[in-house]
């Protein structure tokens, strides 16, 4: 989602209904504050990402994720592991 001034949406109108049209939405706003919303109708916007935290509680992570394996990993570097 990108801002436009209001101001830059009365010169590339045209232009900025075809980004829309590809699925683009865009926010226009007056003086800093955004005041409307350009999106595309019905079924063609994008896909959207899932929301960050959808998956929470539905496995955990070890505490000592960030070391374990570390001897492996440093041998694994060094040519040491195969």
Known sequence: MRTVTVEATATDLTRLLDDVARGDTIVL?????????????????????????????????????????????ADLFEGKAT
Do not use: C, H, N, W
């Not at 003086?31 to 019905?42: F, K, M, N, Q, S």
């Not at 990402?49 to 992570?61: H, N, Q, Y």
């Open 29 to 73: 706003e007056r003086d800093g504050t955004p005041v409307a919303r350009l999106e595309p109708v019905g079924g063609q916007s994008k896909p959207t990402l899932p929301r960050l935290g959808f998956m929470e509680g539905a496995f955990s992570v070890p505490d000592d994720f960030d070391t374990m394996e570390a001897d492996l990993i």
